[in-house]
């Protein structure tokens, strides 16, 4: 499938986090261009922002979180719209920051396990140490970090729902609120845990990918209804992303454009480097530690929407809303919503065999 695309100017939603890498690298190394396209990436501040503007035409495409998708299709949190996924843009990426007297209260320490900060942390709420249940907060209810930040939480024996007290914030208020007081912590896409190290306010408490390995994270969404009008762009857009997520796949590459990433989303290297290389550090002075896989964008076939995960992602959602969502609309919603046929058409053309079956997420 390509042919001439329907409309060759696209506006394409963002927000500023490491995992917009393969927009970014598209755009900058001209891979837009080469198949057709002008596109303008429009940042936004928040993912309901950005969930809003996409679903009124206003954005053709975005950056997007992957429950959040699945649950706009749904028609629950917010306006009820028939998207679809055809490309994920990236694994993994996720972190929990605490006020870093709180973390050195907590003994975060380098090398320390997911749960093991998390028995440090619960141990101070429960020997009364805080002035009240703690305040933690996340990008959007239907996100991979509201999965994480509970997790975490459970792991050290607290009630997510009533020990602590989580709210949504946008992913470039965390850093602010978290050295004025207003939060003792969150869970954020980088590089805002990595900022929080760098102006001395913060330390990394978990990474995510120390949880779950290869956790679906942000995908390319667009309407049901554009995709339709518009086939052939869509094609060439998902062409043009999946290339950048291959080259992003490749450990030198991303450190040689992470100056340029930090350039685009006006951030600091200092912060964008450690998470795109998988070189990071807990708080300022500690000793760097190797997570190759934090950032997983195209190699293994990462960039494919497996519906293997869209399934564990409608469980996890179903969590949250307290109750599980019947099988049918499951099924229907995750055959809807995650499109591995789209992905196939684009490897496909750049020559990669796509196994038949996606991997599963399992917690370590």
């Not at 060759?8 to 963002?14: E, K, S, W």
């Not at 870093?100 to 997911?114: D, I, K, N, W, Y």
């Amino acid at each position: 499938m390509s042919g001439v695309p329907e409309k060759r100017t696209l506006r394409v939603g963002y927000l500023r986090l490491a995992d917009s890498a393969p927009l970014w690298v598209a755009e900058e190394e001209g891979l837009f261009a080469r198949h057709g396209l002008e596109v303008e990436l429009v940042r936004e501040v928040s993912w309901a922002n950005l969930r809003d503007r996409l679903v009124v035409g206003q954005l053709d495409a975005a950056q997007f979180l992957a429950p959040l998708l699945l649950m706009t299709s749904f028609g629950v949190g917010g306006p009820r719209a028939d998207l679809l996924t055809g490309l994920a843009l990236g694994q993994n990426g996720n972190a929990i920051t605490l006020r870093r007297a709180l973390a050195e209260a907590a003994q975060v320490a380098p090398g320390a396990s997911f749960a093991d900060t998390a028995r440090g942390f619960a141990r101070l709420v429960r020997e009364g140490r805080l002035a009240g249940p703690p305040i933690f907060a996340t990008v959007h209810l239907f996100s991979s970090h509201s999965f994480l930040l509970r997790a975490w939480l459970a792991a050290g024996g607290l009630d997510p729902e009533r020990d602590a007290r989580i709210l949504v914030l946008p992913p470039q208020q965390m850093v602010d609120s978290l050295s004025r007081g207003v939060i003792d912590g969150y869970c954020v896409g980088e590089p805002w845990n990595s900022l929080a190290v760098v102006e001395g306010v913060g330390a990394i408490a978990a990474f995510g990918c120390d949880r779950w390995p290869r956790a679906p994270e942000k995908v390319l969404a667009v309407t049901e209804a554009w995709h339709r009008a518009h086939p052939a762009s869509h094609f060439r857009l998902r062409l043009a992303l999946l290339e950048a997520c291959l080259r992003l796949a490749d450990e030198a590459y991303r450190a040689r454009f992470a100056p340029r990433l930090a350039a685009c989303l006006e951030l600091p290297v200092e912060a964008v480097r450690p998470p795109l290389t998988g070189r990071l550090v807990r708080f300022s002075g500690a000793a760097v530690e190797a997570r190759p896989h934090f950032h997983l964008f195209g190699r293994d076939h990462v960039a494919c929407p497996w519906r293997e995960h869209a399934a564990w992602l409608v469980h996890q959602c179903g969590r949250l809303l307290g109750r599980a969502l019947p099988a049918a609309d499951a099924a229907l919603l995750v055959e809807r919503c995650y499109r591995p046929d789209l992905y196939r058409e684009v490897a496909a053309r750049l020559g990669l065999e796509v196994p038949l079956r996606g991997p599963q997420v399992e917690a370590t």
